[in-house]
């Protein structure tokens, strides 16, 4: 008879603790949103996908083709194809890139890659709706507009992988 009664108190509490936790969450504001209609504001220091700088002074990117980025992106998604720079420059330099491509499908947004350049002509978009349904869609190509005015070299530079 006893065991019967402890039983049912037993009971008795648990459903009383579970309409409990039920009411709270009922009267709390959703932590979840209506995304993409809603959304919430991003980090202060996001980063986003990568994409290459030109320069004002250039007409192109001041890039070096140095491959510091290359080597020093975890997700090996660096690649790029150098030129010589055969014509003057108010900057001076010897070779730049031609192609410079960045498979977003594997970046991992370190920005490693952007810390690295010692021209600082990386930088990060802060987006990060970039979903698709081909992956070669996310394959970003910066083509140099002055690269036509460079000579492509008789030995290959190092392109990237
Ligand atoms: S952000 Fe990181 S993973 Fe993405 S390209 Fe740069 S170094 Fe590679
Ligand atoms: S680190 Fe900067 S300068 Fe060097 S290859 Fe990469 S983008 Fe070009």
């Known amino acids: 008879m006893w065991k019967t009664i402890e039983n049912f108190a037993r009971a008795i509490e648990s459903i009383g603790r579970g309409l409990a936790v039920t009411i709270r969450n009922a009267l709390e504001r959703p932590i979840t949103v209506q995304y993409p209609y809603e959304r919430l504001p991003l980090p202060e220091r996001f980063r986003g996908q ?10 192109g990117t001041a890039c070096i083709a140095c491959g510091a980025c290359v080597r020093s992106c975890p997700a090996d998604c660096i690649a790029y194809d150098a030129v010589e720079v055969t014509w003057e420059e108010p900057k001076k330099r010897r070779q730049t890139v031609s192609h410079y491509r960045i498979d977003w499908g594997k970046c991992i947004n370190c920005g490693f890659c952007v810390a690295a350049c010692p021209v600082n002509c990386l930088t990060n978009l802060g987006d990060y709706e970039l979903s698709s349904y081909q992956r ?3 394959l970003y190509v910066y083509d140099n507009p002055t690269a036509a005015k460079h000579r492509q070299p008789e030995v290959p530079f190092r392109s990237g992988r």
């Open 136 to 138: 070669d869609n996310l």
């Open 50 to 59: 990568v994409v290459m700088l030109d320069d004002a002074t250039l007409g």
